[in-house]
């Protein structure tokens, strides 16, 4: 049988030092170059007729950039729109990143917890830094709820204080493990279907159902693919909305 | 199977040295510097080039949209202004035909009153004239029979009685308060 983990081996594809900290250009790096061109190229192509009546290829452009706004509106407000373009780039990355590690043979940059825990560190410090930037001490309030009891307030801010540092776990770690195990998934069921075709007899008569959970998690990973870039967006805005507005 | 199978999330135990490759230390930094520099180029790229370009366009349809739906609006002010126009002038013309009507209906009227008037008094005066000529005749008659009665009566006495009676005493007799 396969391993199922050998696919998120990182393989250094050739050696880079930059300022003595190791830059080696290695398999990952190269699936996010590719990501960002792929990300970059799609919308440049799409929205390249600028026409009034879009063409097929331009709405879809316009689908995903309205699709951010309207979550960036909806949970900040217009004054949220100033970091639009931080989180329509955390959109069109991760989502690029996890359609093509949908490929086979590709690999899944966003299955790499480093990857997922540096992106949400980014998100965590966006929001603390805006957070005392905007409000000052005011950002304080967040860990102060309005309308509770003076007797439970310690415990509750206590609470608060660990859900917010908690954040940036839970942010990466979501994602990581959503790529990680649907990707273990797919490849252990399509370890299956070789084995039982090996084993030979009645064992290569089931092969097919294997295949079948491979047909019908395939489909669910794409939309588990898109649903993690959604899911990582919509909560980098409802953390920044925190930062704008702290008071609960 | 010999080879130790890896089933899910565990930790392969193959060779002593193997780390869980998504977890792998020693990919962290070259990872992280390459995550830095394509997701500040993709957000560069995309905040100056992209953004703009497609927000651009959504932004310049919505205007367009506006413009056609103000054109529209005001269109149709206009046309409601016609409409009232229009309707304001048929209630004119309605008005005014009404007016005319009315107003020849009574000239008509009057003047087939005027006409009947007259016909009646001209028609009045002859039944009045043909009256007051059959009066008179009737009167005339009336006034001749007395007259042919006294004629005929002195001849009928003399021819019945054989005397012979003057004119007035017939008259006389005929009429017996006349001679008086």
Redesign the interface.
Known sequence: ?P????Q???K?LFP?E?FG??????N??LF??A??IL??GL??YA?RG???V?SRM?SV??SL??FVAGMVRDSMGEQGMKF???I??FF??ILTLNMLGMIPGFFTVT?????TA??AI?VFLTVIVVGFAKNGLGFLKLFVPDGVPIYVLPLVSLIEVISFFSRPLSHSLRL?ANM??GH?TLK?FAGFIIMLLGAGGAASAIAPLPLLAVLGITALEFLVAFLQAYVFTMLTCMYLNDALHPGH | MTEPVTTGTEVPTGTANKVFPPLDPTTLAPQLVWLTITFVALYFLLKKIAIPRIGGVIEERQNRIQRDIDAAEKLKDEVNGAMKAYEKSLADARGNATAIARSNHEKLTAETDRERAAVEAATNKKLADAEARITEMKQKALASVGEIASEIAGPVIKQLTGKDVSADEVKRALNPGAGE
Not at chain 1, 3 to 6: A, G, V
Not at chain 1, 21 to 26: R, S, Y
Not at chain 1, 111 to 115: A, F, M, R
Request: aromatic share 16%; no cysteine.
């Open positions: 049988m391993d199922p983990i050998h998120f081996e990182v250094r880079l930059i900290v190791d830059a080696t250009f290695t990952s790096a996010m170059v990501g960002v990300s970059f919308l440049m929205s600028r026409s009034l879009p331009q452009a316009e950039y309205e639009f373009p931080l329509f780039t069109m990355f299955s790499q917890l480093w990857v540096a992106l980014l990581f990680l195990a273990i252990v």
